[in-house]
């Protein structure tokens, strides 16, 4: 037993020893979280922040589909980097998402979606820019890039769509 507990001590002091200090990131803001909703839930299932479905629509009467893209929210100090990104096809403005990653800046969170395209997340208090990823490395959100402000008191209901005009 004593052999046992000693091993495992000087196991935890090999690996506290071997983490060296540059490789372990030195602020909060150096993380980032990837959250996929579990198919078992349709409902909020927080108390204050956004919740909803992400559709796909294609045509002027189609019948939104649930898509699984990818939520970015964006740090509010990366606005500018992100609206530098933004070009226009089609009259739809789309966003360079590998051009952020080459300048550093990454989603705070990454919200996917379940199975029926539904999303929660809960802000806090803070302000995040928000896009969709609908393509690989090509960001969107209708009317351009949301800046959207949690509130601790609040769970709003916010339908997310996909609606421009395909062009493949």
Known sequence: MRIKITLSALLFFA?????????VPQKPTDFNFKVKMSDKINDAT??????????????????GVPVQNSILLYDIEHKEAIEGVAYQSEGTT??????????????????I??????YQFD???????????????TGYYRGGMQVIKGASDQLNDRELRIDYKSTR
Do not use: M, Q, R
């Open 123 to 137: 802000l806090g208090d803070l302000e995040y820019c928000v896009l969709i990823e609908v393509k690989k490395n």
């Open 113 to 118: 979606p379940n199975k029926n395209g539904f």
């Open 15 to 23: 690996i506290a020893v071997s983490c060296k200090k540059e490789s």
């Open 46 to 63: 927080i108390i204050s922040g956004l919740y909803g479905h992400l559709k796909k629509f294609e045509g002027l009467d189609s019948v």
């Open 94 to 111: 789309f966003y360079d998402l590998k051009n952020l990653k080459k300048k550093d800046i990454e989603p705070k969170f990454t919200v």
